[in-house]
């Protein structure tokens, strides 16, 4: 499996738009993303310390939860922006590369500073 970083950012937004207090046992995908691909970003999320969740893999995998971590404020922060989105994972695509989460944050980073003009 691939990283998606367009659903991680849609896996992020969906936790942060949940009411707080109560865990996450259920988010939406793209149809054309299977529930075992899924999982994993959920997985991999809640291992780069985005999320703290409970993840459960195999055929009766489950998830749940509880919030978004302050990296993860950190990342949404950065991200929620469509076109800062758009052109930073544009420039990626286009290039061939394979960055991390942390460079992906630091380029969406430079492009809020740069579209507040600082």
Do not use: C, Y
């Not at 993840?55 to 749940?64: E, N």
């Not at 939860?65 to 076109?83: E, S």
């Not at 991390?100 to 944050?105: A, D, G, K, L, P």
């Amino acid at each position: 499996m691939k990283r998606d970083f367009d659903l991680v950012r849609s896996i992020l937004l969906q936790v942060e738009a949940a009411p707080s207090g109560a865990p996450i046992t259920q988010l939406s995908a793209d149809e054309t993303i299977d529930s075992a691909t899924f999982m994993e970003h959920i997985e991999i999320i809640a291992q780069e310390g985005l999320i703290d969740a409970e993840v459960v893999s195999g055929p009766d995998g489950f998830f749940s939860i509880q919030k978004l971590t302050w990296k993860g404020h950190d990342f949404l922060a950065n991200a929620r922006n469509d076109t800062a989105w758009k052109h930073v994972m544009g420039q990626v695509k286009e290039k061939g590369l394979a960055l991390t989460i942390s460079v992906i944050s630091g380029l969406l980073s430079k492009e809020a500073l740069k579209a507040a003009g600082l």
